[in-house]
């Protein structure tokens, strides 16, 4: 129930988060969005350590993890930040949809694990085909918004590596780490990279800051950056890289509807047409969801069964479908 509480959190959070960016740096440079949303995340982490009296001295122990975590923040977030300016915040989320085909390639790479098939090599090019769409109106309006379109594509690159190497070294390390730790670890390894960003890119401390870049930063660097980066280690620690890479499905409907609703951005037809595309890519790529919640079912049943003795009918027949179901999708 802790998982999937913390799942549906991450999808929650996620679906916010690109229009949040884009208000951040309503009154700041991105990169001093981006810098401002961190350097509060990890002051706030800093007292809750000083609060809890924990020691600093485990990020150095475990330091290849927080390294391997703190790719996901830079250079990632200031990439996403500089492309966020490009595009809107529904795209930044169906582009940010592409990172289950990047963990799979990364999961191939790094875990010597092959999670494709032809079934899911279609699906990838049906995926494709639906991202030329949605690119295809947004070039056709805005020459500029190749910069978004490739910058969030780095991104993905960049998320998905970070998560699969975390979840590689993770499962060679003697002592796991907490995902509070994980979450302050990769801000304390990635903050000193923003700081030097910050300075060559821009230097100089904003004389005024909008009450909507201010609520953005504050929204994104408790919530964002330290509850969800919490609940994300948590359940990338007890599901894999490739099932965790799978809320990119759900966030983006979300992200349109609150881009829609909060910012007043139009998306034609054609935009819609190639969500569906990708979706129906994704869907057919990732059908692990529907074999899970079978498998749990199962699962669950057995158990029930076992705990009441084998008079249950009721229970009997609900058990043969659902082997029935698992069947089907395997």
Wanted: hydrophobic share 60%; aromatic share 12%; charged share 10%.
């Amino acid at each position: 129930m802790a998982v999937f509480f913390a799942y549906i959190s991450v999808v929650l959070i996620w679906a916010t988060t690109p229009l949040a960016i884009q208000w951040s740096s309503d009154s700041l440079s991105f990169i001093a969005a981006v810098c401002a949303r961190m350097s509060l995340a990890f002051a706030l982490a800093i007292l809750i350590h000083a609060f809890l009296r924990q020691s600093l001295t485990v990020y150095w122990q475990q330091r290849n993890i927080y390294f391997a975590a703190s790719l996901g923040i830079f250079p990632n977030m200031p990439l996403v930040y500089w492309a966020a300016q490009f595009i809107p915040s529904g795209l930044v989320a169906v582009i940010f949809a592409f990172s289950p085909f990047a963990t799979g390639v990364m999961t191939l790479l790094l875990l010597k694990q092959n999670p494709f098939g032809i079934k899911r090599v279609l699906a990838l090019l049906l995926a494709i085909c639906g991202l030329l769409v949605i690119f295809y109106q947004q070039l056709h309006f805005d020459a500029a918004s190749i910069y978004g379109v490739v910058g969030i594509l780095l991104s993905c690159l960049l998320f998905s590596f970070s998560s699969v190497w975390v979840k590689k070294l993770s499962a060679a390390s003697a002592q796991q780490a907490s995902p509070f730790q994980q979450a302050t670890g990769a801000l304390l390894f990635a903050l000193p990279g923003l700081l030097i960003s910050w300075w060559w890119m821009d230097g100089s401390l904003p004389v005024a800051v909008s009450l909507k870049s201010a609520g953005a930063i504050v929204y994104l660097a408790i919530v964002g950056s330290l509850l969800g980066a919490v609940m994300f280690f948590f359940i990338l620690q007890r599901l894999s890289a490739n099932a965790v890479s799978l809320i990119t499905l759900m966030t983006p409907v979300l992200a349109i509807l609150i881009g829609k609703h909060l910012a007043a951005e139009q998306l034609p037809a054609s935009t819609l047409a190639g969500i569906a595309l990708v979706f129906t890519g994704l869907l057919l790529y990732s059908p692990w969801a529907v074999r899970s919640w079978c498998d749990g079912l199962v699962s669950a049943l057995s158990a029930s069964l076992r705990r009441s003795g084998d008079g249950q009918s009721g229970a009997q027949i609900l058990l043969e479908k659902a082997r029935e179901d698992v069947a089907r999708y395997k």
